[in-house]
């Protein structure tokens, strides 16, 4: 027996995720807006360094605690920009790159914030910067790297009443 609610018909859309997984040299992201601000994280976060290891405060808490979080800025995003390179992040896609770089840029900036110089805070506001782009990209749910394509599906069902 049918059911008086259902419709007869009815359109089912389907969201396909078909991302390349094969591992390439790609110099365009270095002149995309994220591979800019990669690029400007890293310098940043390398100059503040630098500055902090030339002057007195090398040797005091807040220096170390400064340097400390500088470099982990440079490595971190240095790898980041080599993942985003070769397009390893779209190899592993299944992994949630967009909220580890939405939290990890959002904790640097905080950290940044508490000691920092002045290349420390220009590179707290590209970390700012880069983390509200993060969010913007995981509530609109796209993906680190590559594209998803959807594939509409139409699909039509009649029912029929059987009397008894």
């Given amino acids: ?12 859309t389907t969201t396909v995720t078909r991302v390349k997984t094969t591992l390439r040299y790609d110099p365009l992201y270095l002149r995309s807006k994220d591979g800019i601000i990669k690029i400007v994280e890293i310098a940043l976060s390398f100059i ?3 500055c902090i290891q030339c002057s007195q405060y090398a040797i005091h ?3 170390k605690f400064f340097s400390t979080v ?15 390179l070769f397009h390893i992040i779209e190899k ?16 640097l900036s905080l950290c940044l ?8 805070y220009s590179a707290m506001i590209i970390y700012g910067i880069d983390s509200y782009l993060k969010f913007r990209a995981m509530r609109a749910g796209a993906l680190a790297q590559g594209e998803r394509q959807i594939a509409k599906e ?3 069902t009649t029912t029929t ?4």
């Avoid at 027996?1 to 089912?12: E, I, R």
């Avoid at 009443?161 to 008894?164: A, G, L, N």
Wanted: net charge positive; aromatic share 20%; hydrophobic share 45%.
């Fill in 1 to 12: 027996m049918g059911d008086v609610n259902f419709p007869a018909q009815h359109t089912t």
């Fill in 48 to 50: 503040g360094f630098i």
């Fill in 61 to 63: 808490s807040t220096g």
């Fill in 70 to 84: 500088s470099m982990l800025g440079v490595w971190v995003s240095g790898i980041l920009l080599i993942f985003y």
């Fill in 92 to 107: 592993t896609y299944r992994i949630p790159w967009v909220h580890f770089q939405l939290f990890f840029c959002g904790i």
């Fill in 113 to 120: 914030l508490i000691a920092s110089t002045f290349f420390g």
């Fill in 154 to 156: 139409t699909t039509t």
């Fill in 161 to 164: 009443t059987q009397k008894y």
